[in-house]
């Protein structure tokens, strides 16, 4: 007979089984959300290319421009800006008029997941509002950098949605898809660096 109430936790390849309703620091491993993150795809999938756009790739871009933008910001706030999305390693990634239509449930259960993720990797659970402003900038540029080079929005369409970003900041970065493999293993070795030097 299966059980009254449903089930609620999702065992991760490390062998952890991550309770998404009370996630806990120690169920979290950066191998699982690596692995993940490189197999969820942004914008549903609708990129130019012949891998998908990963949340990984994107994570990886928005921990670079943050970096860029705050050259002297504490590597505890670069490794923030590198997990800022985690939670989707679970959850998977919905464009915002799916978060809208969801509603307040989704950011309920992102905020449980990412407070867990941060105390694992010795981060508060909820970071200071400036940071959190600070990174969700560098989120609207790699959006408007990805909108432009692989999603098909025309440069004033990705601005109206996104702002324009400084031509210096993004000056030689480019967007090339690659197999989540090595995306996988650029997140872990991008991770593995930031938590030396903290």
């Known amino acids: 007979m299966p059980p009254k109430t449903p089930r609620a936790w999702q065992r991760m390849l490390s062998g952890r089984r991550l309770d998404l309703l009370d996630p ?31 949340v990984a790739e994107h994570s990886l871009l928005v921990e670079e421009l ?12 670069q490794l923030a800006a590198l997990l800022h999305d985690a939670p989707e ?3 998977g990634d919905m464009i ?7 509603g307040p449930g989704y950011g309920e259960l992102d905020q449980k997941l990412i407070a867990a993720i941060h105390l694992r990797f010795g981060l508060p659970a909820i970071l ?24 098909g929005f025309s440069e004033g369409e990705a601005t109206k949605f996104f702002g324009r970003p400084d031509s210096e900041l993004i000056k030689g ?26």
């Open 128 to 151: 200071p509002k400036t940071i959190k402003a600070q990174i969700k900038r560098a989120d609207n540029i790699s959006a408007w950098m990805e909108a432009v080079q692989i999603a």
């Open 89 to 91: 390693y679970v959850i």
């Open 24 to 54: 806990t620091p120690v169920d979290i491993e950066i191998e699982d959300i690596a692995h993940g993150l490189a197999f969820v795809a942004r914008w549903n999938g609708q990129t130019r290319g012949d891998f998908a756009y990963s």
């Open 66 to 77: 943050f970096t860029r933008k705050h050259p002297k910001a504490p590597v505890k706030w």
């Open 96 to 102: 915002s008029p799916v978060k809208a239509a969801v």
């Open 173 to 198: 970065l480019d967007i090339h898809l690659r197999p989540p493999v090595e995306v996988r293993r650029d997140f872990v070795v991008r991770h593995e660096a930031l938590l030396k030097q903290l």
